[in-house]
């Protein structure tokens, strides 16, 4: 890694801090944090999750080595975080190290993946284990699998525990602290007794741990009033208020950095603003050809960063829809 590129990439980054600050709504920097997505299919079904309820309708996919080269090639040299998983089982894609691996090699970024350990070859889980990634974030929401399944539902606990334990003894062979592997714990109604239990768990394994705050909007953070938010909030919000995840609205004095600072790409290289939007109509570029800056200062970008300029946009905007509802990151 030399010394101009690390120089150029430090550089975009305070630039891009001046015009997130400014609120510029065409932008000379490039987003420093990007999620790129290799597979939107997953084999579990998360009664929150829209790839997991099924209630989204978008085509399933795996994203080619060629597309990732494509998008990689363009945003690479700028990025601090390269955040490999989205919407669906990033190990669904057998190019998962590769991919790593061209990633490290070109720019280095601080690589994380986050991954049910569903399905997962006990191969491929060693060679992640091993991998140069940063972050290997596994989702385990309980301690026993009648309260794990309620949540990862079709998930099979002694596999994900098999699994992490062969992670680790591939970790320790090799002679290697990254990447870290990590327990995430998603607090819920019918888990939240578990925490400690399982962060006892983690340490027996020799992982680290970490809490994460339930999202219960997930499938509808940008539909005002929807039953279903109320039925999540009674079937899954924790009892305990700290793990109650605060929503502060999305105003022109808290505007959304994801529109100046991070970029979320789909399986087939199609472009949306940021982690929460699923559906393909609602994003900011559909074609992987467009190359990258065309979008990024294009009129869906500009319109959205308006919005916190207090400017409406009348046409079709989630960020429109997802301010009016007050916003959900
Ligand atoms: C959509 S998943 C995709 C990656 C992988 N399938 C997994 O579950 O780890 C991305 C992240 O969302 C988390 N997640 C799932 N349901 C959630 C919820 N209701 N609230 C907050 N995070 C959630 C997952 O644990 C994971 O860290
Ligand atoms: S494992 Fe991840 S992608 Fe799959 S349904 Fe659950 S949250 Fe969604
Ligand atoms: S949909 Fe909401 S959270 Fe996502 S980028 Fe737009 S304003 Fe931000």
Same mark, same amino acid.
């Given at each position: 890694?030399?010394?101009?590129?690390?120089?150029?990439?430090?550089?975009?980054?305070?630039?891009?801090?001046? /015009?997130? !600050?400014?609120?510029?709504?065409?932008?000379?920097?490039?987003?420093?944090?990007?999620?790129?997505?290799?597979?939107?299919?997953?084999?579990?079904?998360?009664?929150?999750?829209?790839? @997991?309820?099924?209630?989204?309708?978008?085509?399933?996919?795996?994203?080619? $080595? #060629?597309?990732?080269? =494509?998008?990689? %090639?363009?945003?690479?040299?700028?990025?601090?975080?390269?955040?490999?998983?989205?919407?669906?089982?990033?190990?669904?894609?057998?190019?998962?190290?590769?991919?790593?691996?061209?990633?490290?090699?070109?720019?280095?970024?601080?690589?994380?993946?986050?991954?049910?350990?569903? =399905?997962?070859?006990?191969?491929?889980?060693?060679?992640?284990?091993?991998?140069?990634?940063?972050?290997?974030?596994?989702?385990?929401?309980?301690?026993?699998?009648?309260?794990?399944?309620?949540?990862?539902?079709?998930?099979?606990?002694?596999?994900?525990? !098999?699994?992490?334990?062969? $992670?680790?003894?591939?970790?320790?062979?090799?002679?290697?602290?990254?990447?870290?592997?990590?327990?995430?714990?998603?607090? $819920?109604?019918?888990?939240?007794?578990?925490?400690?239990?399982?962060?006892?768990?983690?340490?027996?394994?020799?992982?680290?741990?970490?809490?994460?705050?339930?999202?219960?909007?997930?499938?509808?953070? %940008?539909?005002?009033?929807?039953?279903?938010?109320?039925?999540?909030? #009674?079937?899954?919000?924790?009892?305990?208020? !700290?793990?109650?995840?605060?929503?502060?609205?999305?105003?022109?004095?808290?505007?959304? =950095?994801?529109?100046?600072?991070?970029?979320?790409?789909?399986?087939?290289?199609?472009?949306?603003?940021?982690?929460?939007?699923?559906?393909?109509?609602?994003?900011? /570029?559909?074609?992987?050809?467009?190359?990258?800056?065309?979008?990024?200062? @294009?009129?869906?970008?500009?319109?959205?960063?308006?919005?916190?300029?207090?400017?409406?946009?009348?046409?079709?905007?989630?960020?429109?829809?997802?301010?009016?509802?007050?916003?959900?990151?």
């Amino acid at each position: 890694m030399s010394f101009k590129y690390r120089w150029n990439r430090y550089n975009n980054r305070r630039l891009n801090e001046k /015009e997130f !600050k400014k609120r510029e709504i065409t932008l000379r920097s490039r987003p420093t944090i990007a999620y790129i997505d290799p597979a939107n299919a997953c084999p579990l079904s998360c009664p929150l999750c829209p790839t @997991g309820n099924r209630s989204s309708k978008d085509p399933r996919g795996i994203m080619s $080595m #060629a597309s990732f080269k =494509k998008i990689y %090639d363009q945003i690479g040299p700028y990025l601090y975080q390269l955040h490999l998983y989205n919407w669906g089982e990033p190990t669904l894609n057998k190019a998962l190290p590769e991919m790593i691996e061209y990633a490290k090699r070109l720019y280095n970024p601080k690589i994380v993946i986050s991954t049910s350990l569903a =399905k997962i070859s006990a191969e491929l889980a060693e060679t992640l284990a091993t991998s140069q990634a940063n972050l290997l974030s596994v989702s385990v929401d309980g301690i026993d699998q009648a309260t794990y399944e309620k949540y990862r539902v079709g998930g099979d606990l002694a596999h994900v525990f !098999k699994t992490l334990e062969l $992670m680790v003894a591939a970790q320790k062979r090799s002679n290697k602290k990254c990447p870290i592997i990590r327990w995430q714990f998603i607090p $819920m109604k019918h888990n939240e007794h578990q925490l400690e239990q399982s962060r006892e768990k983690a340490k027996a394994l020799g992982i680290d741990f970490r809490v994460h705050r339930v999202r219960l909007q997930m499938t509808n953070f %940008d539909k005002p009033g929807d039953n279903q938010q109320s039925q999540d909030v #009674a079937d899954f919000a924790p009892t305990d208020e !700290k793990h109650r995840r605060p929503i502060t609205p999305l105003t022109p004095e808290n505007p959304c =950095k994801w529109l100046w600072n991070r970029v979320v790409y789909d399986w087939d290289g199609r472009i949306t603003p940021c982690c929460n939007v699923q559906d393909r109509n609602d994003a900011f /570029e559909a074609d992987i050809n467009v190359p990258f800056l065309e979008t990024w200062n @294009g009129k869906a970008y500009r319109d959205a960063r308006n919005i916190f300029h207090s400017v409406r946009t009348e046409g079709h905007s989630v960020c429109q829809r997802c301010v009016d509802n007050s916003g959900v990151l």
